[in-house]
């Protein structure tokens, strides 16, 4: 039996799109997550943020440039052989700008900001 790995998504999406659609977009992440018989363990919502310098993306081969994105990541456990295939799905992606995926533990990553962020602000009293 295959055994699974601990998995962060990191994605930018791009700008053009409307908020109210923004939550199908990382429906279609999950998605390609699922049906590699992965399962979401936490997330942060897509905000929107400016970027340190403009990047390109080709659609329908033309050339669209962008100085902010959408800027979302999921944690997920899977399958080792399913990062390939996950990736795979979101290179074929129109809206997805750029994603990287990595491998991480499982521990709650949102506790982890919050006490990096206390400790930081404790350290500029």
Known sequence: ???????????????????????????????????????????????????????VKVIASKRSKYNEGYFGWIKFEAPALAAPLIKADMDKSESII???????????????QKLFAKVAAEGEK
Not at 98 to 112: A, C, H, L, S, W
């Open 98 to 112: 750029r994603f990287m995926i990595i491998n991480t533990v499982r521990e709650n990553t949102v506790i982890g």
């Open 1 to 55: 039996m295959e055994t699974n790995k601990i998995y962060e998504i990191g994605y930018l999406l791009v700008p053009t799109i409307a908020e109210e659609n923004l939550p199908q977009e990382v429906a279609a992440i999950k998605e390609s997550i699922a049906k590699r018989e992965g399962t979401v363990i936490t997330e942060d919502a897509p905000v929107l943020r400016p970027l340190a310098y403009e990047m």
